[in-house]
């Protein structure tokens, strides 16, 4: 079976942000199923296709907000006006109808698409009807935007996420509609989607890579607690601020916090204990520096891919309840808290061990292996409703 891969990003060669790995994953493991897949999308500047050969770009686009100017945010917000459409589908005008159209007739014939996320296919979504089409909903969108909104600290960004919740609400609503079959990365997004039915949706378990993750081998640490992230994502740093106002300072002053990841130039308040190290130039080495790993999340839809990876490297963990969504069975190194005072004390427990010489990490392959399997199951699925067999 054919399936071209439709996203807003295309795979790529060296996955940074969660999203990328996710994307990467997902169709490598359509690959492994034994099916040919295309792909088509944009780039972003500094990446390479993961493959070329089967991957259509429609040209280079910095989709971050972070990286742009003042100016091109504000046609970014033009566009989406003139469009009645909400500003990251609106980006996706970079490209012209006649393109996507000439692209999809060039690649032969197409047994389905494959709509990932919903920027892309939310912008030219009448063209992609014209084939069997399946939904990979990384998050729930809507949420996301309104949990935004209410966090927002001043009234025009809180109308702009507001109206962003609005219309990507009715866009998740149009593209479940459309969809064959719809695939989720948490049950709860399932649910909130409307599709949380065995013939509608299935779950995706995720994987940071199909390739086995390495044996657990000894690690020299620099820091107590680390976490690496995009600082500069709503959902992020609600997490981040929540835990430099709320569990760092009931923290000891000799427990060591290292924070990798850029944090939009402002430097959020914090005790004396946290090191804030911007970007880092291994973040795997980064992480296994760390004794312990906070995993922070407080809202947001999807999975946490800093979660998964986490788990897959074997390494010692205080986990909210957020930031274990999606994962059915967490190691037994991963310690569930999300009151602050809990949190902490799981901390202070997990380092105390560790500092004693007590060996916390495990074998990440076992939990790797389960969710590989999974995730092609799930994959098979859905595949199945435009006649693939996995």
């Known amino acids: 079976m054919h399936f071209?891969?439709?996203?807003?990003?295309?795979?790529?060669?060296?996955?940074?942000?969660?999203?990328?790995?996710?994307?990467?994953?997902?169709?490598?493991?359509?690959?492994?199923?034994?099916?040919?897949?295309?792909?088509?999308?944009?780039?972003?500047?500094?990446?390479?296709?993961?493959?070329?050969?089967?991957?259509?770009?429609?040209?280079?686009?910095?989709?971050?907000?972070?990286?742009?100017?003042?100016?091109?945010?504000?046609?970014?917000?033009?566009?989406?006006?003139?469009?009645?459409?909400?500003?990251?589908?609106?980006?996706?005008?970079?490209?012209?109808?006649?393109?996507?159209?000439?692209?999809?007739?060039?690649?032969?014939?197409?047994?389905?698409?494959?709509?990932?996320?919903?920027?892309?296919?939310?912008?030219?979504?009448?063209?992609?009807?014209?084939?069997?089409?399946?939904?990979?909903?990384?998050?729930?969108?809507?949420?996301?935007?309104?949990?935004?909104?209410?966090?927002?600290?001043?009234?025009?960004?809180?109308?702009?996420?507001?109206?962003?919740?609005?219309?990507?609400?009715?866009?998740?609503?149009?593209?479940?509609?459309?969809?064959?079959?719809?695939?989720?990365?948490?049950?709860?997004?399932?649910?909130?989607?409307?599709?949380?039915?065995?013939?509608?949706?299935?779950?995706?378990?995720?994987?940071?890579?199909?390739?086995?993750p390495e044996a657990p081998a000894a690690r020299a640490t620099a820091f107590d607690a680390g976490m690496i992230g995009s600082w500069t994502w709503a959902a992020n740093r609600a997490g981040l601020d929540w835990f430099l106002a709320e569990v760092a300072p009931r923290l000891p002053a000799d427990f060591r916090i290292g924070i990798a990841g850029g944090t939009g130039g402002s430097v959020p308040p914090a005790p004396a204990n946290v090191s804030f190290l911007g970007r880092v130039g291994d973040a795997r080495e980064f992480v296994r520096s760390c004794r312990v790993i906070p995993l922070i999340s407080r809202t947001g839809t999807g999975v946490q891919l800093k979660t998964i990876e986490t788990f897959e490297m074997g390494l010692p963990s205080v986990a909210t309840a957020n930031a274990l969504r999606g994962i059915s069975s967490p190691p037994a190194n991963s310690v569930p808290a999300d009151e602050p005072a809990a949190f902490a004390a799981a901390l202070v427990e997990l380092v105390g061990r560790s500092r004693a010489g007590e060996a916390l990490d495990l074998d990440g392959r076992a939990f790797h292996a389960a969710q590989l399997e999974g995730l092609g199951q799930a994959l098979a699925r859905g595949l199945a409703c435009c006649g693939g067999q996995g």
């Open 4 to 212: 071209v891969f439709v996203s807003s990003l295309v795979p790529v060669r060296a996955p940074a942000s969660g999203y990328d790995i996710a994307n990467r994953v997902i169709a490598d493991a359509v690959r492994l199923l034994g099916h040919r897949v295309s792909v088509l999308g944009f780039l972003q500047p500094g990446h390479e296709p993961a493959a070329p050969g089967d991957t259509h770009v429609l040209g280079r686009l910095e989709v971050t907000n972070a990286r742009v100017s003042r100016l091109q945010k504000a046609l970014w917000l033009k566009d989406a006006v003139l469009h009645g459409e909400p500003v990251s589908v609106a980006k996706m005008h970079a490209a012209r109808p006649a393109e996507i159209k000439a692209a999809l007739a060039g690649m032969g014939g197409i047994d389905g698409l494959i709509l990932n996320s919903v920027q892309l296919p939310g912008a030219f979504l009448d063209i992609f009807r014209a084939w069997p089409c399946l939904f990979v909903a990384h998050n729930v969108e809507a949420r996301s935007a309104a949990d935004n909104a209410r966090a927002a600290g001043d009234p025009l960004t809180r109308l702009l996420f507001a109206r962003d919740a609005r219309l990507l609400a009715r866009l998740e609503r149009d593209l479940c509609a459309a969809a064959r079959h719809v695939f989720t990365l948490a049950e709860a997004d399932s649910a909130e989607l409307g599709v949380a039915r065995p013939d509608r949706s299935s779950v995706l378990p995720l994987v940071t890579s199909v390739t086995p």
